[in-house]
């Protein structure tokens, strides 16, 4: 009689589940690989039909989407003499020459502010706020918690008008502090109540050891909660962050020139004769790169463990 085990699953299972998770990975994966592919492609291949799958690589949409660019007539651009960059010359290909950075790497840069800026607040503030929370007690503590959550349930854009209208009022249109603060105010409450859940989980007995032994409150917060929720505060970061980074309603409404990131700058991308789609496949294939360092970065944290094996309560 062969044996059975209730926790080991057997091979068929094994082979059904990689299965699936192998098709999931590729329909998750195939649009971003045809929107990195499309970034190298000539503008008659990206938009050919049927679809261009094997086609010779070009960074002409990489110039496209970094410069600022004119047509002239032949006669012009003898006059230059050759071109001195092979970048150069592939604008000089299509009758074009550069004059000038487009304005790409500006809201590239302000994405990275605003992003990284809104989410840093949300942790220091989120962590703070989840921690009192969760050891001191707070009157109707139950209640601001509810209070605090429901403000994540109304859609963000619902209230983009008093928004626009206060943000007018104060002189925040069009400023990084003012979309600093915006996202932080929106992603706040998601913070709280992720990290309050991590905190919430970790012993209170080892923080009541480490103030018998003589640290302060701080210290006691600082050595032994924020090692042991490094899980949470890691997960709740990168949500924020993808948050702050991808937002596309409130960047459209509230910056046009100094503050305006890239997610709405990126579809107003023109080339010659229309849409220009391997410079939008460009700038959105660049873009997915800090989300992704990022979250390789914070990997380490998301696999650890929350109390490290400690004792259980």
Known sequence: MSSFSVT??????????????????????????WIIATGFKSPSDAIAYPPEVFFEPTLEGYVNLFT?????????????GEPQTWYEQIVRDNDMI????????????NSVIIGFGSTFLC?????AAAYAFS?????????????????????PIAVAIPIFLMFRQLGLNDTHAGMILLYTAVNLSL?????????????????????????????????????????????TAIFCLIFAWNEYAFAVLLTSGTAQTAPPFIPTIIGVGGQDWPAVAAGATIFLV???????????????????GAVRK
Not at 68 to 80: G, I, Y
Not at 98 to 109: H, Q, W
Not at 200 to 212: F, H, N
Request: no cysteine; hydrophobic share 50%; proline share 6%.
């Open 8 to 33: 080991e699953p057997s091979a068929r299972q094994k082979y059904f589940a990689g299965t699936l998770v192998s098709l999931y990975a590729i329909i998750t994966l195939l649009p971003l690989l």
């Open 68 to 80: 600022t660019q004119t047509r002239v007539t032949a006669e012009a651009a003898a006059e230059l």
């Open 98 to 109: 550069i004059v000038g950075p487009s304005r790409y790497g500006e809201r590239f840069f």
């Open 123 to 127: 942790i220091v503030l989120g962590t």
């Open 135 to 155: 050891r001191f007690r707070v009157p109707l503590k139950d209640d601001l918690m509810f209070f605090i959550l429901s403000t994540r349930m109304m859609p």
């Open 191 to 235: 913070s709280v109540w992720l990290i309050h859940g991590f905190i919430d989980e970790i012993p209170i007995e080892y923080e009541e050891a480490a103030l018998i032994d003589g640290y302060t409150r701080f210290q006691a917060f600082y050595k032994i909660v924020l090692p042991q929720a490094a899980t949470g505060i890691a997960s």
């Open 290 to 308: 800090p989300v992704m360092v990022f979250t390789i970065l914070l990997r380490k944290h998301l696999l650890r463990g929350i109390t490290f």
